[in-house]
Every structure is written in structure tokens, then in C-alpha cells.
């Protein structure tokens, strides 16, 4: 599962600017800028609308949201970004279809595809793009992980006994003065642990900024920390402080900190040994006051070990060792972690109510693995929203490959069926529960195909569903069957 957030991207690959990479994080929730999301396959891509000027749309390399798809042109839209916001189809072979917000009807309609073939339209917050197979929403940005945008949500997910005891060990880790390392695999939430450190810690009124160190070269990386005088390299017209100074009083987080070059690692030591920071093209160090949160996916002993990684600095960063366990560990927390999103998502596309989940759609996501763990999660809820027009999400608003993983045995080596794990056991309020959700569902089915005089396609239409989903649920409820006009 892939995730960019980028001004603009390449197909495959984010082209980050260096604002996009050191993040700087404030209580402020940042509501009223817009995005771009797109989702093509399993893959999430978020692009922020720039304040002006234009995001161009297509398969060539070239563009700013790059779509690898045969049914795309090589420049196929273009996103003005206003006021007001418009999206113009350049008239390729395969038109831009849209659907607004505004038309989605309060039963459950389908959102109707307007066909864009070399015209303009302006778009609103929840208008859907549908390019080639790829959907691409209008949203409003969401605060940084870990940051709520009401007071009354909660900030972090902890029905885990587990996480809580990570997160119970984080604030009496906070409150100390050593530096903290973060383990677990990518995706399951490591930045949030590091914010809530920060917060519980005394440096919680100074700053809090991050970099992940993956994510720029070396040479560049390496100015951002540091920070550089005017002249140090060619385009560094003034001098400008780096990450440590910016932060004196706070807290650094470095990401991803495994992938550190060795010649950054050694300086990065200084750093931490000597609290004091020498900027690329400087003489006088500068004292610096920071404390050091990292996480890694990576097993840093086990890379100090074979000298991949600079055993000083990995006994310097391990100072208080916290693991995160992965989702698949932690299955009570899937199903507040999905209101979660559900909400956060709504919020976004400004609307109203969120919708709720059918319980096959529950039983789908407690059923699967998480490899890409909370973030994969996230994606999927995201997707969901987008694609359920009426007020349930519904197996056929997963992706494909998560309904098809979560429902077909997995056969290992040995030949033995295994059935997927963490399915939520029976129980009389499930079962309680499962019966009155069949029974309001086989009661719209029925209150729609009334509507529609019995017309199988409409009525579909009218629940948000597929015709062929209609019909197995008639089937399902052994409903009678509408007799054809």
C-alpha cells in the first residue's frame, strides 16, 4: 500500500518537496485547504492543491498526477486550482467523468456520472473524478496523525491491552531526558507514538518537527538537519538553520532513522553527544537543546551488529526501547480504528453523517492480515467512503483483493486448508445484532422495490448497490422475486 502526499508526483514515484518531507506539526488543524485523492488499485496518492495555478492529469511522466493506465491520454485533464477550483478534460479518446456531491441522495442513489469530453466544470469538496479506472476525490485535508481535530476525539485508538501498555511506558518515558526509539513495521503507527511522547513531555509548548530520513538524499538531508551558511554549496544563497536548531527546546523525530548514510550517522553522534550542531559550510558549532524520538522498522542491533549501522549511535538513540505491535496483534482495536476513519474521512468531503459498515464489511477487515498495518487500514476506509454512495459500506466497496484473500482459504506448503484468522467468534449480541441489521436491510430491499414497481434495476440503483449484490440478497432473505413487466 502505497501512500503519497506531494505537490505533484511521478508515476510510481512521489516528487516530494523538501516542505512536504520535514513537517512541522501545530495543534492547528489545517481544514481548509484542499487535496487531491486518488485512488488506482490498492494504491493511495494525495496530492495538495497548491493556492494557485494548475495539476496536470495523464499518463505521461511528466505530469503532476501521473496515472499508468491504458485508458488515459498522455495529457488527459487539467486541475485549475482557482478560485474556484475547475477540472478541464483535454479531449482525449476516453472522456473525464464526474459526480458531484450535491446529487447524492439521502436512500442511498447512485451518484450520476456526468461524461466531461474537451469541457470545463468546477468542482466542490466530495466531487468524485472517475480517470480510466482510477477515482480521484476532493477533500479537505486532515490535522497530522495523532493531532485531533475536535477536542471531543480522542487522539490515539487503545482498546488494546497491549498498546496501552506501550502507550502507559511512552508517558513515563516522556517525562525523562533519554532519547526514545520506536520499533515496529511500517504503517502501524510509530509518528503517532513519537507525537504523544512529545505531548507528555515538558517540552510539550516547543517545537515538534520531523524528517524522514529515507526520504532525501544525502547530501540534501544533511542541509535539513544540519542546517548550512550562505555560499556552503551551489544555490544556498543565505544561511538557514537546520532541523536541530529549529527545534531547540523540543523534540526531534527522525523517521526511518535505519536508512541514515554512515556519514550522517557520525555526525548526527556529535549531535547527541556534544548537544551542539555545525552547519554545512561553518566553522563554530551552535549549542542545540533537542530531545531525540526515532523509529525504525529495521532491526538496528542487529545492523550494529555487522557494523551497518554505527553501534555508538545506536546506544546513544536506544535509550528507552518502545515496540509498537503490529494490527494483525491488536484486532480490538480494527473496529474503533475503522470509526475512526470513517468519521475523519466524512469530515473531509463535508459530509453530514458517516456511513456505518455492513457486518460482512466488519467480518472482511477483522478477517484480513494487515500487512501495511494501520495505514493500509486508513487507505481502505478512505477508498470506502469514496466509492459507498449510500450510507453503508458494503464488501463490494473493498478492494477486490481484500474480499478475495479475506474469503478463499489460504493453502500452505504442506497442502492443509487453513481458514483466516481473527474472524470475530459468534456470540448473542453479535448474533442479536446480525439478525436486526438483516432485518432493516431486507426491509429497504423491500421498501425500494416498491418504489421502483419491482424493477430489479432501478431498485439497485436506488440502494447504491449493483444489480447483480441485489439480486443475492433477494436470494440471500429468500425474498419473492419481482415478477418482470
Not at 474537451?118 to 485535508?141: H, M, Q, T
Not at 544525502?218 to 529549529?246: D, I, P, V, Y
Not at 528507552?320 to 474503533?336: E, K, S
Request: glycine share 8%.
Amino acid at each position: 500500500m502505497h501512500t503519497a502526499v506531494a505537490h505533484a508526483s511521478h508515476c510510481g514515484a512521489p516528487r516530494g518537496e523538501v516542505a512536504d518531507i520535514v513537517e512541522r506539526v501545530t495543534t492547528e488543524a489545517r481544514d481548509g485547504a484542499l487535496q487531491i485523492a486518488v485512488f488506482s488499485g490498492d494504491a493511495v496518492s494525495v496530492y495538495r492543491l497548491p493556492p494557485g495555478g494548475t495539476l496536470t492529469v495523464g499518463r505521461a511522466d511528466d505530469n503532476d498526477i501521473c496515472l499508468d493506465d491504458r485508458a488515459m491520454s498522455r495529457r488527459h485533464a487539467v486541475i485549475h486550482a482557482g478560485p474556484p477550483l475547475v477540472i478541464e478534460d483535454l479531449g482525449g479518446a476516453n472522456a473525464t467523468h464526474l459526480a458531484r456531491a450535491a446529487e447524492r441522495g439521502h436512500g442511498g442513489e447512485t451518484l450520476a456520472l456526468r461524461r466531461l469530453s474537451g469541457e470545463r466544470s468546477e468542482l466542490s469538496v466530495g466531487d468524485r473524478i472517475n480517470f480510466g479506472a482510477a477515482v480521484a476525490v476532493v477533500r479537505r485535508e486532515s490535522p497530522p496523525p495523532g493531532v485531533a481535530s475536535s477536542g471531543s476525539d480522542d487522539e490515539v485508538v487503545l482498546r488494546d491491552p497491549e498498546m496501552r501498555r506501550v502507550y502507559e511506558q511512552a508517558a513515563r518515558a516522556a517525562q525523562g531526558i533519554l532519547s526514545v526509539l520506536v520499533l515496529g513495521e511500517t504503517g502501524v503507527g510509530k509518528d503517532v507514538l513519537a507525537r504523544a511522547i512529545h505531548r507528555a513531555s515538558p517540552r510539550a509548548a516547543k517545537p515538534f518537527l520531523a524528517i524522514n530520513c529515507a526520504a532525501l538524499s544525502e547530501s540534501l538531508l544533511e542541509s535539513e538537519l544540519f542546517g548550512h551558511e550562505k555560499g556552503a554549496f551551489t544555490g544556498a544563497l543565505q544561511a538557514r538553520a537546520g532541523l536541530f536548531e529549529s527545534a531547540d527546546g523540543g523534540t526531534v523525530f527522525l523517521d526511518e532513522v535505519g536508512d541514515l548514510p554512515m556519514t550522517t550517522q557520525v555526525k548526527l553522534l556529535r549531535v547527541l553527544e556534544q548537544r551542539e550542531v555545525l552547519r554545512v559550510g561553518a566553522r563554530t558549532p551552535r549549542p542545540v537543546n533537542v530531545r531525540f524520538v526515532s523509529a525504525t522498522n529495521k532491526d538496528l542491533e542487529a545492523l550494529a551488529e555487522r557494523s551497518a549501522f554505527r553501534q555508538d549511535l545506536f546506544f546513544r538513540l536506544d535509550g528507552i526501547t518502545l515496540t509498537v505491535p503490529p494490527l494483525r496483534d491488536r484486532p480490538a482495536d480494527i473496529p474503533w480504528l475503522v470509526k475512526r476513519f470513517l468519521v475523519t474521512a466524512s469530515r473531509q468531503m463535508d459530509r453530514a453523517t458517516h456511513p456505518s459498515l455492513a457486518p460482512k464489511t466488519l467480518a472482511l477487515l477483522q478477517a484480513h492480515a494487515w500487512p501495511g498495518n494501520v495505514r493500509e487500514l486508513r487507505n481502505v476506509v478512505d477508498r470506502a467512503v469514496v466509492l459507498a454512495p449510500g450510507d453503508v459500506v458494503l464488501p463490494e466497496h473493498l478492494p477486490p483483493k481484500l474480499v478475495a484473500a479475506a474469503e478463499a482459504p489460504a493453502t500452505p506448503a504442506g497442502g492443509v486448508l487453513r481458514v483466516p484468522a481473527r474472524v470475530a467468534p459468534p456470540s448473542d449480541v453479535a448474533d442479536r445484532l446480525r439478525r436486526e441489521v438483516d432485518e432493516l436491510e431486507k426491509q429497504r430491499i423491500l421498501d425500494a422495490l416498491a418504489k421502483c414497481d419491482g424493477n430489479q434495476t432501478r431498485a439497485a440503483e436506488l440502494l447504491g448497490i449493483s444489480r447483480r449484490t441485489l439480486i443475492n440478497r433477494i436470494v440471500e432473505f429468500d425474498l419473492p422475486r419481482p415478477r418482470k413487466h
